[in-house]
């Protein structure tokens, strides 16, 4: 076959949205999707949802070219293909995804964390190029990371590495529902976090504020985000509060690592410098002085939808070698 036409498919599960792409060898994405993983409480409806989707576009672009499926999921386990007690997913217990999709669309199909398809999308396409150090920080619905050292992804004895989200960060805070930790930082540094940090932040605070004119139940990440950049004062310390606890968290990443860079990536940095600002001032301050100074903490230059797409997709072309 020509190497130019080779395709594969990469599929990005969250606990929202799962967002579909065809990839060519160069990372060019040709046609991508989503549809809304909360529609589908049983895993064979999902795959079937998928199915509809992706096949006639399969079949339009000849089907011999598709050389498989990658796919980035939260609690992806790499060595076996399934999905293990996902706490932000409807799907309980151990999912076997990659066989599934394997017998629905006769394709290969391998799988990984959400976040470390990300990492790897970051390397091959992004602001990791060249770098064979760096932490990758999904800030989305939940926080996921993929962590590469010495240029290799760390996967760990069982598949599992990386689970830098549900570190603890502040003991006995707030409870994680999906897992019944208290004080993780998923629970702090994440959209529903930036919510919650906002409702509690309400309750204590007596000047006027935007966001009071909304119920504590419709506030969501978006609409602390639209108050701030209005310079709602309350709006702008939540941002303040995230920052010091991610910042922190960071901190202790770094002296674990010595990564050259930590990339932000997710619906939270569109934030920008109100999520950045105290982000980096927190973690500078909390570093040992042979550590300050030195990381670099950007966000990352492909689109949300597209870093874990493309490395999802990546895991294609590794089934290849």
Request: hydrophobic content about 40%; charged content about 20%.
């Amino acid at each position: 076959m020509d190497v130019s036409n080779e395709l594969a498919i990469g599929i990005d599960i969250g606990g929202t949205n799962t967002k579909y792409g065809i990839v060519n060898h160069r990372g060019e994405i040709l046609q991508k999707g989503e549809i809304k993983t909360e529609q589908y409480p049983a895993i064979g409806t999902f795959i079937d949802a998928l199915y509809e989707k992706l096949n006639p576009v399969i079949k339009s672009l000849n089907k011999k070219n598709v050389l498989g499926i990658g796919i980035g999921a939260p609690n992806g386990n790499f060595y076996k293909g399934t999905i293990e007690y996902a706490p932000n997913l409807k799907w309980k217990g151990i999912i076997p995804l990659a066989k599934l999709m394997t017998d629905k669309f006769d394709l290969p199909a391998a799988l990984t964390n959400d976040a470390n398809a990300a990492a790897v999308g970051e390397m091959m396409y992004g602001a990791a190029r060249g770098m064979r150090d760096f932490i990758m920080m999904t800030l989305g619905t939940g926080v996921g990371s993929g962590i590469v050292a010495n240029g290799e992804l760390i996967l760990g004895h069982d598949g599992f590495a990386g689970e830098l989200g549900h570190t603890i960060v502040v003991p006995g805070g707030r409870l994680h529902d999906g897992t019944g930790m208290h004080g993780s930082l998923e629970v702090y540094a994440s959209a529903t976090g930036v919510a919650r940090t906002a409702v509690e932040m309400m309750a204590q605070f007596n000047d006027e504020s935007l966001l009071k004119k909304y119920s504590t139940k419709e506030i969501d990440s978006r609409i602390v985000y639209e108050c701030a950049v209005k310079g709602d004062v309350l709006a702008k310390k939540v941002y303040s509060y995230t920052g010091k606890i991610l910042g922190e968290a960071l901190a202790n990443f770094v002296m674990f690592s010595s990564p050259e860079a930590i990339i932000l990536f997710g619906g939270l940095t569109k934030a920008g410098d109100m999520i950045m600002k105290p982000t980096r001032e927190n973690m500078e301050k909390n570093l040992l002085p042979i550590f300050q100074n030195k990381v670099k903490l950007i966000f990352s230059e492909l689109k949300e939808s597209d870093a874990a797409i493309l490395g999802a997709s990546a895991l294609v072309w590794e089934m290849k070698k």
